[in-house]
């Protein structure tokens, strides 16, 4: 049903089935515990964009090993792959998900959204729920600090080592913020539109190191960065790092995709997919 035609008392109905419905606290850790029943989530009554179709947003381009290829459509690399496995527990085919581009900070603006979900590497924050919604997490994630191997801070070991080192990261991103929360380096680090920006400014010799998500950093030094490695990653305390899909405030999506985040959990196909296509955290050790 197309949001901008769906009546508010209609609304207010579905919100009180799903509470009706909703099961006491038998949710796994970090998954929603108001999942609602089948029923409620039924394709032809879910609050969409476009009817029968299921609209996903992400920026471009689309980084590896999220994607692949710069292609959201062809269901490769982690975000893609799980993008397309949310549409299927919704009961949309292949052919029923439409993709549209969205700027990263774009996303959790205010305002209304052309996407019903949005999936791009967004951190949950406390500071973007003001704005957006989000799913449940699926994917916990740390920051990992890339330098050239000829960086004067490529042997570090500790994040005391990079305290007088230039470094930089996107804009808008936890990465920037770990790094001034984290790092609390003596200058301020440089700041870049996107990621490709950063990576090179890194190569120009620019900044000193870079910081990006784990997996990230994986395929920048493995496939993009020559001469690059890993020196390290940033601990994680309490409350892990999680990416979720980002939402208009106030879309009735939200339980109906948790409840699919939840089942792909359960079934083990979340964990599949993430061995399928970010396997590889060996050989980044933790920065202390």
Excluded: H
């Amino acid at each position: 049903m197309n949001r901008r035609l769906l009546p508010v008392v209609a609304a207010a109905a579905v919100l009180v089935a799903v509470a009706a419905c909703a099961p006491e606290d038998t949710a796994e850790p970090g998954l929603s515990p108001s999942a609602p029943a089948a029923a409620a989530c039924a394709k032809a009554d879910l609050d969409l964009v476009a009817d029968g179709k299921l609209t996903v947003g992400t920026d471009k381009p689309a980084y590896e090993p999220w994607f692949s290829g710069d292609d959201p459509t062809n269901g490769k690399g982690y975000e893609s792959a799980v993008a397309y496995a949310v549409a299927r527990e919704l009961g949309f085919a292949a052919g029923e998900v439409s993709w549209v581009t969205v700027p990263f900070n774009a996303s959790f603006a205010p305002g209304r959204k052309t996407f019903d979900f949005d999936i791009n590497q967004i951190s949950i924050t406390a500071e973007r729920k003001r704005a957006v919604d989000f799913s449940a997490g699926y994917y916990d994630v740390t920051q990992a600090v890339v330098a050239l191997n000829s960086s004067p801070v490529a042997s570090a070991t500790r994040v005391a080592d990079l305290k007088d080192a230039k470094l930089g990261a996107q804009v808008g991103t936890t990465s920037l913020t770990a790094i001034q929360q984290t790092v609390r380096p003596s200058r301020q680090p440089a700041v870049f539109n996107d990621n490709n920006d950063t990576k090179t400014a890194l190569q120009n010799g620019q900044i000193d190191a870079a910081v990006f998500d784990l997996p990230t950093a994986f395929y920048l030094t493995a496939a993009e960065i020559e001469g690059s490695k890993i020196v390290g990653q940033f601990p994680t305390p309490g409350q892990p790092e999680q990416f979720g899909l980002l939402f208009e405030k106030g879309s009735g999506l939200v339980p109906c995709v948790d409840r699919a985040l939840a089942t792909l959990k359960s079934s083990g196909e979340l964990a599949r997919l993430q061995q399928q296509w970010l396997a590889g955290s060996a050989g980044a050790p933790v920065l202390t």
